[in-house]
């Protein structure tokens, strides 16, 4: 099955500046990958996502790279806020049956004002 | 509220107790799946729902487990016996169509097993 690693665990970064997050998947069939962020006691909410059809997705202070040949990707945030600080997940997503999600051990940033 | 519920958000219970949870998705949605996330980790698939048909199951999914969607609209999921190793948030999401789109997930039923 697919294995999605995240790293780093944990990031801080002061307020306005930006934030990288990177994950490496598996399965080379897997063509959807969403970020999704968790805030404490909520469940996860879909930030950004990108299609393997598609090298770099932005919007606004928030922008994901893809690359497929290496079967990675990552999570960019500029101009980071105080409200940025939550856990973002990584997920890769394969294209039959389910299309279920496996999801990266997460990363807990914390942007210091 | 048009999103994901769940009910109930917290249920603290004895081991060798049965619980139940329930999902309502986006009305819309026909794929429903329960997800598993553990502290410090990411959501991790346990079942999957197109319709009333249940067509994917996690080895995680032990025979205690045991998940429904009976009209194709809300699920539930009971565990049987539980145990301490149980205790985590158990996620619901819904996505509308086929394919990979937006999974929309619930706020979560958090379960401690005492």
């Known amino acids: 099955g697919e294995n999605v690693e995240q790293h780093p665990s944990t990031l801080s970064v002061q307020e306005g500046d930006s934030a990288v997050i990177k994950c490496t998947y598996s399965?080379?069939?897997?063509?959807?990958f969403p970020w999704y962020k968790q805030e404490l006691g909520k469940g996860p909410q879909l930030i950004i996502d990108?299609?393997?059809?598609?090298g770099e997705k932005k919007d606004q202070r928030i922008a994901v790279t893809l690359n497929k040949t290496a079967k990675h990707f990552s999570l960019h945030i500029t101009e980071t806020q105080p409200e940025d600080s939550a856990v973002y997940f990584c997920?890769?997503?394969?294209?039959?049956?389910?299309?279920?999600?496996?999801f990266g051990t997460g990363t807990r940033l914390t942007v210091i004002p | 509220d048009t999103g994901v519920s769940q009910d109930p958000r917290h249920k603290i219970t004895k081991r060798g107790q049965n619980v139940t949870f329930r999902c309502d998705p986006i009305?819309?949605?026909?794929?429903l799946y329960w997800y598993r996330q553990t502290l410090g980790q990411g959501p991790e698939f346990l079942t999957y729902?197109?319709?009333?048909?249940?067509?994917?199951k996690s080895r995680l999914l032990s025979d205690r487990f045991s998940a429904e969607r009976p009209k194709g609209s809300f699920s539930t999921l009971e565990i049987q016996r539980t145990e301490q190793g149980d205790s985590a948030m158990y996620l619901c999401?819904?996505?509308?169509?086929?394919?990979?789109?937006?999974?929309?997930f619930g706020q979560g039923t958090r379960l401690t097993v005492v």
């Open positions: 729902f197109q319709n009333e048909a249940q067509l994917e």
């Open positions: 999401a819904s996505r509308p169509t086929q394919g990979n789109t937006e999974a929309f």
């Open positions: 990108i299609r393997s059809n598609v």
């Open positions: 997920a890769a997503s394969g294209r039959t049956g389910a299309n279920n999600l496996f």
């Open positions: 399965d080379s069939a897997s063509n959807y």
């Open positions: 009305s819309e949605h026909n794929r």
